[in-house]
Every structure is written in structure tokens, then in C-alpha cells.
T-cell receptor, first 112, second 113 residues
Framework: DVKVTQSSRYLVKRTGEKVFLECVQDMDHENMFWYRQDPGLGLRLIYFSYDVKMKEKGDIPEGYSVSREKKERFSLILESASTNQTSMYLC???????????FGEGSRLTVL | AQSVTQLGSHVSVSEGALVLLRCNYSSSVPPYLFWYVQYPNQGLQLLLKYTTGATLVKGINGFEAEFKKSETSFHLTKPSAHMSDAAEYFCAVTGGSNYKLTFGKGTLLTVNP
């Protein structure tokens, strides 16, 4: 089975702190994604990567950056956390089409 | 461009009743369509998917969905709800070589005893 592992299930950070969310997949997938999930808004794509060192902005990239130095690892970085970034963050990976995503368990971030 | 509309943010059914969760999509190319389920404090799990071929797709836990191109719909059904079906359900679409899945806003299913 595909496994997508997110390093932290729950984090509490203070405004202005730098936050790293790590994601690792074990199926040699080319594509990896970071989504943000908020009540009533569904899942919104922050960034995705289709290859090592390659990245593209999603629908809501402001305030975030990403890093993909190795194929299996995709990191989401909040350079200076703000309270409006309190949310559930979901990492996902997939191979080529037909496009099924495999999700991690999620990281619930609270920014105080 | 692609989009998904899930009709009804909250659906409540009695145990044993029919479950019907509605999803309409738009896509400029032939779509691939998905239903995911999310249990509390967990990630999303694939229920079923339509890519090509048979338009009636069966998934896990007794769910199925039918792709209707003329109606641009992909509604999710289950003949008899079980308490364990209580969760949030997301419909998603992707098209062609597009890397991205676009998700609906989700429908929370409540099952009453």
C-alpha cells in the first residue's frame, strides 16, 4: 500500500515563527501536493511539485513556500506564521494519470 | 478550467436509508472523477473513481457512483446507510494531462439511529 507520512499531526506555534511541515511518500511518485483544509471551504491547493526541485503555485500560495530536494520528500514552509494560517494541512502524492491522490493523515496547525 | 459543485453541505439520513450525495462538475476536457471520504481527524481515502469505460462505478463500503456526461454529474449512492458511514465526502475532478485535482467543498453525512 502507498504510504504518505506527515511528520507532525498537531502543532502549536506563535505568530512570526517559522514552521516546517514535512511529508514523505514511499511509492516513488513523481507528483506531490500540499492542500489546506478549512471548514466550509473544502480543500485548496497551496503548491505542488511534479519533479525534484520543480514546483508550481496552486490556488493559495501566498505566505507559503515549498522544498523538494528528494523525490520522496516534500516540505511546506511558513516563513512567518500568522493566525490566519491556523488550519489542517494535507499532503498527497500520485503517479501519472488517472490522477488518484494518496493522502497523509494531516497536520493540524494552530498559530497563536 | 475545471470545477466541482457538491449540492448540500450537510446530509442527514436514518440508518438503513438510501444515501445520495450530489456532485456536478465542469471540465473543458473529458474528466476523471473521484469520490473521497474523510473520517474525523484523518486524511482522505479514495472511495471510487471514474476514468473511462463503464459509467457505473463501484467502490468500497458498498458505495457506487454513476458518470452522466449529459448531466455533468457524478452522484454517490449507497442503498442502505450504516452508522459507520458518518463522515465527510468530497467529490473531485481532473482532466486530461492536468496535474491537479479540484475538490468540491465537501458534504458532511450524518447517520441517525
Amino acid at each position: 500500500d502507498v504510504k504518505v507520512t506527515q511528520s507532525s499531526r498537531y502543532l502549536v506555534k506563535r505568530t512570526g515563527e517559522k514552521v516546517f511541515l514535512e511529508c514523505v511518500q514511499d511509492m516513488d511518485h513523481e507528483n506531490m501536493f500540499w492542500y489546506r483544509q478549512d471548514p466550509g471551504l473544502g480543500l485548496r491547493l497551496i503548491y505542488f511539485s511534479y519533479d525534484v526541485k520543480m514546483k508550481e503555485k496552486g490556488d493559495i500560495p501566498e505566505g507559503y513556500s515549498v522544498s523538494r530536494e528528494k523525490k520522496e520528500r516534500f516540505s511546506l514552509i511558513l516563513e512567518s506564521a500568522s493566525t490566519n494560517q491556523t488550519s489542517m494541512y494535507l499532503c498527497a502524492s500520485k503517479s501519472f494519470l488517472p490522477g488518484e491522490l494518496f493522502f497523509g493523515e494531516g497536520s493540524r496547525l494552530t498559530v497563536l | 478550467a475545471q470545477s466541482v459543485t457538491q449540492l448540500g453541505s450537510h446530509v442527514s439520513v436514518s440508518e438503513g436509508a438510501l444515501v445520495l450525495l450530489r456532485c456536478n462538475y465542469s471540465s473543458s476536457v473529458p474528466p476523471y472523477l473521484f469520490w473521497y471520504v474523510q473520517y474525523p481527524n484523518q486524511g482522505l481515502q479514495l472511495l471510487l473513481k471514474y476514468t473511462t469505460g463503464a459509467t457505473l462505478v463501484k467502490g468500497i463500503n458498498g458505495f457506487e457512483a454513476e458518470f452522466k456526461k449529459s448531466e455533468t454529474s457524478f452522484h454517490l449512492t449507497k442503498p442502505s446507510a450504516h452508522m459507520s458511514d458518518a463522515a465527510e465526502y468530497f467529490c473531485a475532478v481532473t482532466g486530461g494531462s492536468n496535474y491537479k485535482l479540484t475538490f468540491g467543498k465537501g458534504t458532511l453525512l450524518t447517520v441517525n439511529p
